[in-house]
């Protein structure tokens, strides 16, 4: 049983320091470098930890799931049998890989079960991290969906762009959910995270005075890279529910 996720930003080694003042101001956060060096967790007041961050050497990074859970042995081998691949035993936790590609981590549970509040920036707008979104080419589309819902056995959430996008919604307290996006080309897999937000345009402005840089603009979401380049979207909704 998954009992809580992370989301792990995963970003270039010479730039982990200016992501890491980012994400930390911008929920509130106070950095914790852990013992494995080039990891920084970030502690929040707000409730039990959500986010981790880690330089990388090669590429320019990205995002990817920890997921914690009480069985870690039984979990990952139905990661097997659903047609993922192991690709790492750290000791304490596994690095596998999905179908399509994309790397995730499993760790045993330890009682994380206080999901965090929002943090309020300027203006009084409201914000939290809530979601990773998998944006998939439209051939690993289907596949991609049917492992990461049979591994989770979360409910999943057509909505009304069943088309473009699906959603695994876990049960309280995790505080991150599952976003399947469907891309109008091919090109490899890869993960971002999304911000749920009150007041994009007033989030967009405060973001943009920490170093982030607009990236496009649609009727519910603004994508955005943070100041090491990575990927994120401020969404439009209500951060202490999302």
Not at 41 to 60: C, I, K, S
Not at 103 to 130: I, K, N, S
């Amino acid at each position: 049983m998954i009992r809580w996720v992370d989301a792990f930003l995963d970003r270039p080694s010479e730039k982990l320091d200016d992501a890491v003042t980012f994400w930390a101001t911008i929920t509130g956060s106070t950095p914790a470098p852990q013992k494995h060096p080039g990891f920084v967790r970030l502690r929040t007041a707000a409730g039990d930890d959500w986010l981790e961050l880690q330089g990388v050497r090669e590429g320019p990074g990205g995002h990817h799931p920890d997921i914690w859970v009480d069985d870690r042995a039984g979990f990952n081998g139905r990661a097997l049998t659903a047609g993922g691949t192991v690709l790492a035993d750290h000791g304490d936790w596994q690095t596998l890989r999905s179908p399509a590609g994309l790397r995730f981590c499993t760790a045993t549970w330890r009682d994380q079960h206080v999901r965090p509040r929002p943090y309020g920036g300027p203006g009084g707008v409201t914000l939290r991290p809530h979601q990773l979104c998998f944006d998939l080419a439209p051939a690993e589309y289907d596949r991609e969906v049917h492992f990461w819902r049979t591994l989770t056995g979360w409910e999943l959430d057509e909505g009304e762009q069943a088309d473009e996008f699906v959603r695994l919604q876990p049960q309280p307290p995790v505080p991150i959910r599952f976003l399947f996006q469907r891309l109008d080309s091919d090109r490899p897999a890869s993960i971002h995270l999304d911000v749920s937000c009150s007041d994009i345009p007033a989030a967009r402005t405060w973001h943009e005075s920490l170093g982030a840089t607009l990236v496009g603009e649609w009727p519910h979401w603004s994508t955005f890279r943070d100041p090491a380049g990575g990927v994120y979207c401020l969404t439009s909704g209500d951060p202490a529910t999302d």
